[in-house]
């Protein structure tokens, strides 16, 4: 099969669309003959050699795509060759043909392309996990997500407000919270001219957010906190701004609040916290909003595969609204 591979780590000039072997899928596996990935910023980690695939894992990149059963492994339930699906995976979506636990498998909603279903499995599952399955956001919350015009940013904006709650956004143009504000934002914030703590709670009244979605780390954290309202949790999710802060803990017990990090990558297949769990819940609860056009992936951009270094340029700018889509 055709896949692309990284000679060595580094820029987006190492990625090669090449010859690989094809996959077989284990017990508990099918095979996916692909139709498209998706690119996240853990794809450009990898790149740069910061971000290894668990063990065990594919080393090529892609953490899900979409696309047809090509093959079923021993003792798969509930799936056929034919059928349309996408998929959280652990690596290998940056490829013709990928194995996958038929535990993170979901089926193509009716309402979505087959290519397009590529950029959902990741955030949906990420943003489900996380501000509803950890954090507990429920009716009549506010939801502030950071960087809200991204792939994560836009799924978790219709995720809240499929769940009626107050958004709030921060971005880094005008352009891209427009947009934010298109798709359901009620309060939108530009990180570069204004302060997302003081327009928040001007915007709610001083009560601040009970949920905050993070994908900054360590330079978010005390405004983080200032942020919140009383009993408010802050969800991290990344570290793009750095990985060590200072945890004033007197102001995050005054807020009575909670702080909670956790990626997808790494969980296990099944078991407590695993991926089978969280595939599961999202299929159950969040998958028919997907059916009923209330949630869509939002794709930016699509390209060939075979174009994967210029799909991480557009990423790494940060000049795609929604997410990259690759085409095998």
């Known amino acids: 099969m055709q896949a692309i591979t990284i000679g060595q780590p580094g820029g987006p000039e190492v990625l090669e669309w090449t010859q690989a072997p094809d996959p077989t899928p284990k017990p508990g596996e099918v095979l996916i003959d692909v139709a498209a990935t998706a690119v996240n910023r853990a794809d450009l980690l990898q790149r740069q050699g910061f971000y290894p695939p ?9 953490l899900e795509c979409s696309g047809t059963i090509a093959a079923l492994g021993d003792g798969v339930e509930g799936w056929q060759v034919g059928d349309e699906v996408c998929a959280l995976l652990a690596g290998g979506g940056y490829a013709e043909k990928v194995a996958v636990p038929a535990v993170q498998l979901l089926p193509r909603p009716k309402n979505v392309s087959l290519i397009d279903a590529a950029g959902l499995p990741e955030v949906v599952c990420t943003v489900w996990s996380t501000v509803v399955q950890a954090a507990g956001l429920t009716e009549h919350d506010v939801l502030l997500v950071h960087g809200g015009a991204g792939g994560i940013g836009t799924c978790a904006i219709q995720i809240g407000k499929a769940l009626n709650v107050t958004v709030a956004v921060t971005a880094g143009s005008d352009e891209r919270l427009n947009a934010c504000r298109e798709l ?4 939108t914030i530009n990180y570069k001219t204004q302060d997302f703590v003081e327009e928040v709670k001007k915007a709610t009244d001083g009560h601040g957010a009970d ?3 993070d994908n900054m780390g360590a330079s978010y954290l005390a405004r983080n906190i200032d942020v919140l309202a009383m009993d408010g949790r802050v969800v991290n999710i990344g570290m793009q701004g750095g990985v060590k802060g200072e945890l004033n803990i007197g102001a995050l017990m005054a807020k009575r609040g909670g702080i909670y990090s956790a990626g997808l990558r790494a969980r296990p297949v099944t078991g407590k916290g695993s991926k089978a769990d969280i595939v599961q ?10 059916e009923a056009g209330k949630i869509k992936p939002i794709i930016g951009r699509t390209l060939p595969m075979a174009q994967a270094a210029e799909a991480h340029r557009a990423l790494e700018a940060s000049d795609v609204f929604g997410k990259v889509v690759l085409t095998a």
């Open 281 to 290: 819940d999202v299929r159950d609860r969040l998958w028919p909003l997907v």
């Open 184 to 187: 359901g934002a009620d309060i």
């Open 211 to 213: 949920v905050v979605l």
């Open 54 to 62: 668990p063990k065990g894992a594919s080393e090529i990149l892609g």
